[in-house]
């Protein structure tokens, strides 16, 4: 049963990269980042920049909440133009349409959303 939820969340992450690629955004929230316009995924590139720097910022420092207060001593502000917090940081590293998207970026994208350890990371581009 692991195996088999594995490879669904695998198929469902390859699914989003396809549509990534091909602009197209018909599936769940649109990431942290992006914009959806007429269908089609266009990049926020401040918000883009600050969702590739939460996924750098992550191998490094490996919290969520460590993520977080060092978003906040840089000043940047949150998604709603507050703080940053650990579940704000939590959500956008977790979200499958997030990872698809960031991948695309050539930055570190996760494999398995049951996990974010620093080994199921790899680097596209």
């Avoid at 992450?13 to 769940?28: I, Q």
């Avoid at 956008?92 to 620093?118: C, E, V, Y």
């Amino acid at each position: 049963a692991q195996f088999e939820r594995e490879l669904l969340v695998e198929r469902i992450t390859e699914g989003h990269l396809s549509r990534l690629k091909a602009r197209d955004w018909s599936c769940g929230p649109v990431p942290y980042g992006y914009r959806k316009e007429d269908g089609k995924l266009v990049e926020k590139p401040k918000e883009a920049e600050v969702a590739r720097r939460i996924f750098r910022l992550f191998l490094r420092i490996r919290t969520y909440k460590g993520v977080a207060r060092k978003l906040n001593e840089e000043g940047l502000p949150g998604p709603r133009g507050s703080r940053w917090y650990a579940e704000t940081v939590k959500g956008i590293l977790g979200t499958p349409s997030t990872q698809a998207a960031m991948s695309m970026g050539g930055t570190p994208r996760q494999t398995r959303s049951s996990s974010l350890a620093r080994s199921g990371w790899y680097c596209l581009g």
